[in-house]
């Protein structure tokens, strides 16, 4: 009986749920209610009020205030910030903003910060306001006793400012402001990166030196290399008579500074690698070096290896790799090229050859033993006969040996006589240019050698890179740089132009004579035809730097009558036996003086025309003419 009435009981204990259930939903429905009267009577409120207009209201400063708050993001303000993108994870992806800028579209490729006009002024704003002094004049005696002390006070305020006075340049951060300030307006076409410390003119109370690095604003996107530039410059300061502010009266030409001439030079012995010395006079301001750190910070994170940075006008340490020991020499692995049909070629066949060289050895994770004389063709020297030269007087041997595991081929031999019997090492020798280097792979001696016979063309370095080869070895061409020594001739003729000029490239010579191959040359080169043709191109007034083989420089005499022209020879003293260049080379060819030759020309020529701001060909714009002769034009132009 128990049992039953307990089982009886139990679904009147579970008939309470629909009880629950149903008063949960009329406490739904009651808070629906209250939010539908709510909404109702916002709506309500919201048609009937009409609050006053700001924009009809001109003493309502309500809408300006919003607009010029620092909280606004209205595009009436310029935002600063930093949008992290790929070129700050991977330092290889200015190659291909290069290639996409190339194509028509904007990149912008630039990762480290340059310094802007308004970071450098944020410092000299913070400084409070220089108080007005007062003076109390009593302007009923006019003629009397105010007068006087009137006159006396503004005797007073001018013999207090003492125009004469020398300046602090190394002391006066607003001094220094105004210097920098100065060189960002002076060169509105460079993005400047650093700035050192003013120096003093020994003699010269009212002069400072300051040195600076730089890019010139269009090489900064797609280049696709880390370069920088170097000036140092002398300004002259004189003194406001009336506020006593000191003021830059003017700005000294190229390289005038030499007082702020710093090298930074590196550490280490014969050519050890080590790190440059950061000079501790170098200034960025507050808001750039946050950036610089954060990029930093974030390569760092990556994993990623910053990239040398090289700055034309410093020191160059083109100083020969060595072995630190014997060991080091032993575990090493080397390659080496004997002979070949390289040497003695135009330059351009060199280059050719030994980028498959230096690929092969990047490859087979090998140093490559590389011969550092040159043999320079004929047709570059004024002699007319072939003449061995400096690897180094014509490629940045220091990016070389920084980017590449590479050793020049006289010191190797000399460490190989010392220890390859001792330590028993091996090398694999092989004449046959179809031994790929997919088959050197395997290959465990110490060295490699390969040696090129006589027969052209199977005597040419750059046949280990054609066939199957050709999609494996990459020619890694970043490795290759143009010398900074003649980079610095470049920079300083661009300076004489304040890096704001146009170029064109006149062909003639031998081909201007050839009518049969070019029947249109001559003419669509004259002096005429070219006023005409730069017209639309080039405005009047501009320096027009004019990169041609016309020997005859007084040819383009009557286009001086609307460009201010300028030729390669125009600045000849720059590698004069007076000139920086002249000596650092001698130095390096062991007092022997080195000829600017025609192949240094060219690529100064080269590198100068295509720094200007727009650049006129001969072939296709200049001429209809083909560039290799009749019927040899592309279908596609």
């Known amino acids: 009986m128990l049992g039953r009435a307990a089982a009886l009981s139990a679904p009147r204990w579970r008939g309470g749920v629909p009880d629950l259930r149903t008063a949960l939903r009329s406490g739904g429905n009651l808070l629906f209610a209250l939010f539908v009267a709510a909404v109702l009577a916002f709506t309500l409120l919201a048609a009937v009020h009409s609050p006053d207009d700001p924009l009809l209201h001109p003493s309502s400063h309500q809408l ?32 291909a903003a290069g290639e996409a800028a190339a194509g028509g579209v904007e990149v912008v490729a630039e990762a480290v910060p340059f310094i802007k006009l308004s970071e450098v002024g944020a410092e000299a704003e913070k400084t409070e306001p220089e108080t007005e002094r007062a003076v109390t004049v009593d302007t009923d005696a006019a003629t ?20 004469e006075a020398p300046v602090d340049c190394t002391g006066d951060r607003e001094l220094f402001n105004l210097l920098m300030r100065a060189a960002i307006e002076r060169f509105p076409d460079l993005h400047f990166y650093r700035f050192g410390r003013p120096v003093a003119v020994p003699g010269s109370p009212m002069e400072c030196d300051l040195a600076w690095r730089f890019r010139p604003a269009a090489d900064a996107i797609g280049t696709g290399r880390t370069t920088y530039y170097k000036d140092y410059r002398r300004f002259t300061l004189t003194r406001d008579v009336n506020t006593c502010t000191l003021v830059v009266d003017t700005v000294g030409e190229y390289h005038s500074g030499v007082g702020a001439k710093r090298n930074g030079r590196r550490k280490g ?21 946050i950036r610089l750190d954060e990029n930093t910070a974030n390569n760092e994170a990556a994993g990623a290896a910053a990239e040398p940075v090289f700055v034309v006008g410093e020191a160059v340490n083109d100083s020969l790799p060595v072995v630190a020991s014997e060991s080091d020499f032993s575990r090493g692995k080397y390659l080496i090229y004997i002979g070949g049909g390289e040497r003695c070629k135009s330059m351009n066949h060199f280059i050719w050859g030994f980028l498959c060289a230096l690929g092969e050895a990047q490859f087979l994770n090998r140093t490559l033993v590389m011969d550092l004389n040159v043999c320079l063709n004929a047709r570059y020297t004024s002699s007319g006969k072939d003449e061995d030269r400096d690897f180094r007087l014509y490629f940045d041997f220091e990016h070389l040996k920084e980017s590449a595991s590479v050793i020049d081929q006289s010191q190797f031999w000399q460490d190989w006589g010392k220890w390859h019997k001792k330590d028993r090492l091996k090398n694999f020798y092989t004449e046959d240019i179809r031994m790929t280097p997919m088959k050197l792979c395997d290959v465990k001696d110490t060295l490699i050698m390969r040696k090129f016979g006589s027969v052209e ?64 040359l001559d003419r669509d080169t004259s002096p005429d035809s070219l006023l005409m043709s730069l017209n639309d ?24 009558e609307k460009y201010k022209t300028h030729f390669l020879d125009d600045f000849k003293y720059l590698w004069d036996e007076n000139s920086e260049w002249f000596t650092e080379t001698k130095v390096l060819s062991n007092g022997k003086p080195v000829e600017f030759d025609g192949y240094m020309r060219v690529a100064v020529d080269t590198e100068v025309f295509l720094r200007g701001k727009r650049h006129v060909e001969t072939f296709n714009e200049l001429t209809r003419d083909c560039k290799d002769g009749v019927n040899t034009c592309p279908a596609s132009s």
């Open 269 to 289: 012995k014969k050519g050890k690698k080590g790190k440059q010395d950061v000079p501790v006079t170098d200034f960025v301001p507050a808001k750039t070096q």
């Open 537 to 560: 191109k080039v405005g009047a007034g501009r320096y027009l730097y004019i990169a041609t083989n016309e020997p005859d420089k007084s040819f383009f005499d009557p286009l001086k």
């Open 144 to 163: 009397g006793e105010g007068a006087a002390v009137a006159e006396e006070a503004a005797v007073a305020e001018a013999v207090s400012c003492d125009t």
């Open 64 to 95: 300006t205030d919003f607009l010029t708050s620092s909280t606004s993001t209205s595009t009436f303000l310029t935002d600063d910030s930093v949008l992290r993108t790929g070129e700050d994870f991977n330092s290889s992806s200015t190659g």
């Open 457 to 520: 063309p199977d005597n040419y370095w750059s046949r280990v890179c054609e066939g199957e080869t050709e999609g494996v070895i990459k020619r890694p061409w970043h490795f290759l740089w143009k010398s900074r020594r003649l980079m610095e001739i470049v920079s300083a003729i661009a300076s004489r132009m304040n890096w704001d000029f146009d170029s064109v490239h006149v062909v003639r010579g031998e081909k201007a004579q050839n009518t049969q191959l070019w029947p249109n």
